[in-house]
């Protein structure tokens, strides 16, 4: 059994910048592709980004490609978005989850554990 939790999220300006963190209990971590996710209200949850096991491959929404950056610690077994230049429409519940799978996943169904999100609002 894998525990996903996430931290990092807040009230911030259009244009400004945060980190999200995610946590994984488990000594197996560093065989498990990672993803994030975001639910806007009312809106169906959407992919954001993922990274496989090695870190050789990430992958990220349209929406959201060279504004934020995917990433991991081995050795913290934690997972990172940097979110800049966000924008009104990046405000969302993000979540953090993990995969048995090693290779990158865009879909939600791929995923096996899941946190329990944190909240981004990106204020105009």
């Known amino acids: 059994q894998v525990q996903v939790v996430e931290s990092g999220g807040g009230l911030v300006q259009a244009g400004d910048s945060l980190r999200l963190s995610c946590a994984a209990s488990?000594?197996?971590?560093?065989?498990?592709?990672m993803g994030w996710f975001r639910q806007a209200p009312g809106k169906a949850r959407e992919f954001v980004a993922a990274?496989?096991?090695?870190?050789?491959?990430?992958t990220y929404a349209s929406s959201v490609k060279d504004r934020f950056t995917i990433s991991r610690d081995g050795a913290k077994n934690t997972v990172y978005l940097q979110m800049n230049s966000l924008k009104p429409e990046d405000t969302a519940v993000y979540y953090c989850a993990a995969s048995i799978r090693s290779r990158t996943l865009r879909n939600s169904y791929e995923y096996d554990y899941w946190g329990q999100g944190t909240q981004v609002t990106v204020s105009s």
């Open positions: 488990g000594r197996t971590f560093s065989s498990y592709a």
């Open positions: 990274i496989n096991s090695s870190s050789v491959s990430l």
